[in-house]
């Protein structure tokens, strides 16, 4: 009997150890998000198919985002969201729609005067959505406003129309 129960014990315990490990192999390999992604939190699970890999928010999210657009942000919220192949999407909340415009309009010319990381700008009209293109970090860039809130997205690399596409239906 007890030989028995010890053999049973040894076996669940290597199922659970081989579960555990095709988990961590799937997590790893982008097919799964990690415990810091997604349905918990602001961002979407997935964006064109790629697949939230890590949500930052709080005061580091605060941070970072307020780092892209200079001084005098007053962000009143913040998120980050990493995703598949390289794709990102820095979500940032101010109290106005004008700031929104102003911090967008504050980027593009910053950019537009002259950057040794961003070139290339670009400004259409997507939606009835003012967007602005630039090339920088080996990927394509969007960014634009929505209300009070102002969107970068870092586009994965092959999938870039299809991710400001499905980045611009979601995130409102």
């Given at each position: ?55 930052v928010t709080g005061p580091a999210a605060l941070d970072e985002v307020a780092g892209m657009h200079g001084k005098d942000v ?11 192949a390289s794709g990102t999407v820095w979500y940032g909340e101010v109290a106005t729609e004008a700031k929104a415009a102003e ?70």
């Amino acid at each position: 009997m007890l030989r028995g129960t010890v053999t049973i014990v040894v076996r669940l315990m290597a199922a659970i150890l081989l579960f555990g490990s095709i988990v961590w192999v799937l997590v790893e390999r982008g097919l799964l998000p990690s415990s810091t992604g997604a349905s918990d939190g602001p961002a979407p699970v997935s964006i064109a198919g790629y697949r939230l890999q890590q949500t930052v928010t709080g005061p580091a999210a605060l941070d970072e985002v307020a780092g892209m657009h200079g001084k005098d942000v007053e962000l009143r919220s913040a998120w980050i969201g990493r995703y598949q192949a390289s794709g990102t999407v820095w979500y940032g909340e101010v109290a106005t729609e004008a700031k929104a415009a102003e911090l967008i309009a504050r980027m593009s010319a910053k950019i537009g005067a002259g950057n040794q990381v961003f070139t290339n700008l670009q400004q259409v009209q997507y939606q009835g959505t003012t967007v602005y293109s630039v090339v920088g970090l080996g990927q394509q860039h969007f960014f634009y406003k929505v209300g009070s809130k102002t969107i970068w997205l870092a586009a994965p690399k092959g999938g870039e129309q299809a991710f400001l596409q499905d980045a611009m239906r979601i995130l409102k």
